[in-house]
């Protein structure tokens, strides 16, 4: 018995290190040391051998055991080491190799043409308010010095959701409830989006972005005005650029104008740009009528103020000579990518 638990021993060795696969080598560790393993029936026999012998055989069986033991457990870490070397081998990665960069995006050349009105602004002293683009037809119109009759309210121009509640038509009604407020002085630009009911094409659409500004204050005039949004075009445009005042109408103020630019692809010589008439439109503005200002609950002969109003889309497209404002909205790839 002792001859061959050291043949045995000597045979589980031998086999175990020709092992190339793990399961080779679990099936050599059931054959020999398995329940009903070559070592386990000998240990069985054990039983009947005289004390003597079973105490020298019992300890020999152990060390055979553990010997063809720790023989499963080398081989085992063996081919660990070798399958996560061919592993490191074929899956290696080449740090050298540059990565693939995402795509980044960037703001829409609206919101950089925003953002930029909002800067000039900011140094002058306003700040920004926003509201509701759902409003009030009190709001809207009412408190703007436009009676029931104006033609601005006719339901071909404004989407009407009830006979009181519309989409704004112009960010204007945050200037009355700023001024309801009655924290004086005022002076705030209003940014938004706003809604009118015009036929889609190169210049018009029912959904469009506006940028309205208010100050109300002791003594104000239409030379502070002219002053502030001459200084907003020149930075907006260029030092050279020049500003006139037309006389026009406006119900919420008096008096009122449109204000015209140099055109600043030719200078205020005349080209397609302007048309040949060396000169563009790009707002309307005036002194905030006195009614205006007693509907917000502020006396006309303390305070007075001024407003104007731009469209947003307008200016971008001049800022970046683009000639269809349906392009603004497309989201193309190809022309946003040239801002």
Known sequence: MKDALLNMQKQA????????????I???????LGKKGEVTAILKQLGTLADAERKELGALANEV?????????????????????????????????PGNRPAQ??????????????????GMGFDT???????????????????????????????YITENILLRTQTSPMQVRTMEKGELPIRVIVPGRVYRSDAVDATHSPLFHQIEGLVVDKGITFSDLKGTLEVFIRKLYGEETKARFRPHHFAYTEP????????????GKGCSMCKGEGWIEILGCGVVHPDVLRNCGIDPDVYSGYAFGMGLERITMMRYNIDDMRLLYENDMRFLRQF
Do not use: W
Request: aromatic fraction near 6%.
């Open 65 to 97: 055991r553990e010997q063809i033991d720790n023989e499963i457990r080398k081989q085992l870490k063996i081919l660990d080491d070798k399958n996560l070397s061919s592993q490191l081998t074929t899956e290696k990665l080449d740090v050298t190799l």
């Open 129 to 159: 308010v926003a509201g509701p683009e759902v409003e009030y037809d009190h709001y809207n119109f009412e408190m703007l010095n436009m009676p029931r009759s104006h033609p601005a309210r006719d339901t071909q121009d404004t989407f």
């Open 26 to 32: 679990e099936e050599l560790r059931v054959r020999f």
């Open 256 to 267: 009122s104008a449109e204000m015209d630019m140099s055109c600043f692809k030719c200078g």
């Open 105 to 122: 995006g960037k703001r829409h050349p609206l919101q950089q043409v925003l953002d930029e009105i909002k800067e000039i602004f900011l």
């Open 13 to 24: 060795i031998e086999l175990l290190s020709e092992a190339k696969e793990k399961a080779t």
